[in-house]
């Protein structure tokens, strides 16, 4: 971790301003026109063929971005699992996705960045919460999950990601949810930009 002044600090390639409890990370957008279950993944993770956007870090590094801003697990969430679709519970967080067009910054949330009009939901009913990638039974001299799976943020909640959707979208529904018109193209440069809210949900 390289201390940047002011607060800040870089681990690999995520800035995080402590202070302003907020984090970025580059990456490029991955996966789109096909059905989509993780917004992010890292480079070569297991679910890569699924998620909308690829991260150039890994999961230990933004799982320590996620503490940094002040992330907590709820000790009240059990394990997270597809056989488990009960709402999620935790501290909400604010995800978005920042790009260069025309020389222009644009900015969007990510629930506008997944959701295409057949998706059955609407971007402002999409929350996010932090779970921290803990997978119950899983022997932790193996390794940490989101390292082994490469699995960052999903909607599908799968116990592998450190944030997750409070209520899982497309569930049930496979390829329902294939991404906005309102992303860049395959291939574009991105930073997603995670912000700690400061109320529970």
């Given at each position: 971790m390289k201390p940047l002044g002011g607060d800040r600090f870089q681990i690999g390639t995520i800035v995080v301003d402590k202070r302003a409890r907020r984090f970025?990370?580059?990456?490029?957008v991955l996966v789109l026109g096909k059905p989509l279950e993780y917004l992010a993944t890292t480079p070569g993770g297991m679910k890569a063929y699924e998620a909308m956007l690829e991260l150039d870090t890994t999961g230990s590094e933004f799982n320590l971005a996620?503490?940094?801003v002040g992330l907590e697990r709820d000790p009240k969430l059990?394990?997270?699992?597809?056989?488990?679709?009960?709402?999620?519970?935790?501290r909400g967080i604010a995800i978005s996705i920042a790009w260069s067009e025309g020389g222009k910054r644009r900015q969007i949330s990510a629930a506008e960045g997944i959701l295409n009009p057949e998706?059955?939901?609407?971007?402002?009913a999409v929350e996010w919460v932090y779970t921290g990638g803990v997978v119950a039974g899983v022997d932790p001299s193996l390794g940490f999950p989101p390292d082994l799976s490469g699995t960052l943020i999903g909607f599908v909640h799968d116990s592998n990601c450190i944030i997750d959707s409070v209520v899982g979208v497309g569930v049930g529904a496979y390829g329902s949810v294939r991404g906005s018109a309102l992303m860049p193209p395959i291939g574009s440069a991105i930073e997603l930009i995670v912000d700690a809210a400061p109320v529970a949900k």
């Open positions: 970025s990370i580059p990456g490029r996620c503490i940094l059990g394990s997270v699992s597809r056989a488990n679709q009960a709402p999620l519970t935790g998706a059955g939901a609407k971007p402002e």
